[in-house]
């Protein structure tokens, strides 16, 4: 206790002893007690005895029956918690080799797009021959012709296609001949789930990941009083496409991105990166039909450039896509190809592929299509 609480204890005693002997005074004057009088004074009180009594407690015992059974459920207690300690531990070491697993997986993914894994032999030697070029990289249609001085894959890739690149100003354009093209879950009115939001993700992915200046052209050329008819669908897009090019001369590289058609039971999809990824094609025209030759009223100075641009996009998905390009369509029009060197058609997916497996190729897309205009091998 506190001298103060001891001096307290003591005034109260002797208040409660003293008060009968002293009644007779007007007043009670309590004298000046000194430290050590204090503490002999205290000692004599009965509440001190009372109170080292309780200062000494000792615990109850329990009998030893009770005692061992306390034991036996202590340890059983603790076993437990260090099972369950130990089992946290197992599964934070799972989780951690798990999350450890897939980086090292994604890592790979990620290094097998950005290193040349090709399927076919792409030597000069083997790119040599006309019939292995074309039954590698070429589709031709019935209703064309070619020829191995047209389709030489040595000029192809001498040709620079590169571009000095400019973000102040636009210099790729995309755009939709048959903007109404939907896929297998597309949502009715929604035009982000049909062929022009695909071609926003590419608009994105070339903006935000290569920095380059995209114009987007989301105009419908495919419609017409309220209904699908694509018959002057490309004469209406290029009257579109001509006048954005001459607002913005700095265009270089112009897009027509498309969805193709295929048999409801054909499913054009790869995996790319962990991604189901559908299956991309260029579609070149050549102005050139088996029954009149040259078409005249559709020249295109630009034939050999646009299939330099073709070629050399196949060319960089063969390396690091093997399984990303169906192969170059060639067909006997010109689908407004002759509006810049680097034009061109591509058809990505079909109607049987979903929307997300669409805008999923983007990505190997846009990343093969910096390849050719930056110069990477």
């Known amino acids: ?87 946290d531990s197992v599964e934070q070491e799972e989780e951690k080799e798990k999350e450890k697993e897939q980086s090292e997986k994604e890592e790979e993914s990620v290094q097998a797009a950005v290193t040349p894994h090709p399927v076919l032999d792409l030597s000069a030697e083997r790119l040599a021959d006309y019939d292995y070029l074309v039954n590698n990289f070429f589709i031709i249609d019935p209703n064309t012709q070619t020829s191995p001085e047209q389709l030489n894959a040595a000029n192809f890739l001498a040709e620079d296609l590169t571009m000095k690149q400019d973000n102040s100003k636009p210099q790729i354009l995309i755009y939709h001949s048959h903007s109404q093209e939907d896929f297998t879950d597309t949502v009715p009115g ?66 027509d991105l498309h969805r193709d058609g295929v048999p409801e039971d054909r499913h054009l999809v790869t995996e790319i990166n962990g991604k189901p990824t559908a299956q991309i094609m260029c579609f070149n025209g050549l102005s050139y039909t088996t029954n009149n030759g040259p078409v005249e009223y559709l020249p295109n100075p630009y034939i050999q450039d646009n299939l330099a641009f073709s070629f050399q996009l196949e060319y960089q998905a063969a390396q690091y896509y093997p399984d990303l390009y169906r192969g170059i369509y060639l067909a006997g029009l010109r689908y407004n190809l002759h509006l810049r060197p680097k034009a061109i058609l591509l058809e990505a997916g079909a109607q049987t592929n979903s929307v997300e497996e669409v805008k999923n190729a983007m990505e190997p897309f846009a990343d093969i299509l910096n390849r050719v205009l930056t110069g990477q091998s």
């Not at 309590?30 to 430290?35: A, D, F, G, M």
Request: hydrophobic share 40%; net charge negative.
């Open 1 to 87: 206790m506190t001298r103060f609480q001891k001096a307290f204890c003591v005034i109260l005693c002797l208040s409660l002893v003293g008060i009968p002997a002293v009644k007779k005074a007007d007043f009670i004057q309590i004298p000046q007690i000194k430290s050590e009088d204090l503490e002999r004074l205290w000692k004599r009180l009965p509440i001190y005895g009372y109170l080292q009594e309780k200062a000494v407690w000792e615990p109850k015992k329990e009998d030893p029956e009770t005692y061992e059974k306390i034991v036996e459920a202590n340890e059983e207690y603790l076993a437990g918690k260090v099972l369950d300690e130990n089992q």
């Open 190 to 255: 929604d035009s982000s789930t049909t062929v022009v939001g695909v071609g926003d993700y590419l608009t994105e992915i070339l903006q935000s990941q290569y920095g380059y200046q995209v114009l987007h052209i989301t105009d419908a050329f495919d419609i017409v009083d309220g209904k699908i008819d694509r018959n002057q669908a490309y004469d209406f897009a290029r009257e579109k496409v001509e006048q954005v090019l001459e607002e913005n001369p700095s265009i270089e590289v112009i897009i």
